[in-house]
């Protein structure tokens, strides 16, 4: 699985480096450019019961494969789309290359099915370290990828899709050579074979079912979801910025990797630090980092130094969100509801970053990346006051 989530993380980040700014070169628009990150967090949306669904059914080699073939035909379409320089066939292409983005949010579960009590958030956050290698590698492969596809016959910016194509191509066969025996299959034969019944029932009614009896895996979700559509709003806008503002290629890649490497790199940590000190306390922690990530992005003007910085702490209060609320949703909820609510979560998480997205183009091509750093700071503030109110109601509630 760690192998899986390397190879993969390459596909991921080269065409999260690069999508904005390719569909703004072949659309003249900024606010269009901002559909380029919504396209694929949609993706990874629509994507995401459908993984889950093939999970509870054949396991987790069956729903990370749907994903990753996915992803390879949607490089494969986006290649196409800048060689015929169509933005819009360029854009369907991202919505299937959001099929990587599912495959490694649905590949950190996997960890869980096998954890002991109370060490699920340590093993989960040990396959969501595993993305750091290909993942910050990834955007510093753009240029050279590049470099090499127009060599090879390409047009300029098609290379490093092709070059995703590959990794994604390679994700696959790992799977299928490697992932033995399968986490979800094994875990369920441990425990007499539970689930087999409840996922005919239909993966979203499972996981209405299963949410409406657990209010931590709710609370959960929710803040899941906040932080994915923090991290992805300013994420996605930062390339078309720092393009604008006159950086290159190779700047934005290393941008964007530091970014990724504060997603990734520091997760261990916050693993351990959620099972040791409790998930919920370091999910107001992700909720204070994302703050503060908004406040340095929203003030950096044309400090390219500021921006770093803001997208590392953007990373790393993803990583609290990420990891904390996935482990608190496998900890509070049954192994036979486990792929149903796993594949809700990622399913609402990426259509509120989708839309998250939609709205920080519009924010940024009208009123400036300023105003896109203020509106994310209120919403991750509300988001940590709603968290604390109702655990402490909750608590109260508890020892009454």
Known sequence: MSATQIVGGVGVAVGLALSSVAVD?????????????????????????????????????????????AALAGCVISVLAISLDLWPLLLAGLVLVGGGSAGSLAARYSATDLSPQGRSAQ????????????????????????????????????????????????????????????????????????????????????????????????????????????????????????????????VIGLVIS????????????????????????????????????????????????????????????WSCGLVAGSALVSESVPLDGRPAVQGLSDLLMNVCGATGTIVAGAIVGTLGYGTLGLVVGVMVTLAGVWLTVTRNRAGHLASA
């Open 258 to 317: 530091l970014h990724i490497a504060g997603m990734y790199v520091l997760s261990p940590v916050v693993g351990w630090l959620a099972d040791k000190a409790g998930k919920v306390p370091v999910l107001v922690l992700g909720m204070a980092l994302l703050l503060g990530a908004a406040a340095l992005a929203g003030t950096a003007g044309h400090r390219v130094w500021q921006v770093t910085a803001a997208l590392v702490l953007l990373g790393l209060g």
């Open 25 to 69: 070169q072949l659309s003249g628009s900024t606010v269009i450019s901002g559909f380029a990150g919504t396209a694929t967090v949609l993706g990874a949306a629509l994507l995401a019961l459908p993984t889950a669904k093939a999970s509870g059914r054949g396991g987790r080699r069956a729903g990370l494969s749907l994903a990753y073939a």
């Open 123 to 250: 093993h989960l956050s040990l396959v969501v370290w595993a993305s750091t290698i290909g993942s910050v590698a990834g955007p510093n492969l753009a240029r050279p990828a590049d470099q090499i596809g127009m060599r090879l016959g390409l047009v300029e910016k098609a290379g490093p899709f092709a070059f995703a194509a590959l990794a994604f191509a390679l994700a696959l066969l790992v799977i299928f050579a490697f992932l033995r025996p399968d986490p979800l299959t094994l875990a369920r034969s441990l425990t007499g074979g539970a689930g087999s019944n409840r996922d005919r029932k239909g993966t979203v009614r499972t996981a209405w079912q299963t949410l409406r009896a657990t209010p931590a895996a709710r609370r959960a979700l929710v803040m899941i979801a906040v932080s994915h559509t923090a991290m992805v709003s300013v994420m996605s806008m930062t390339p078309v910025k720092l393009h604008h503002d006159g950086s290159t290629l190779d």
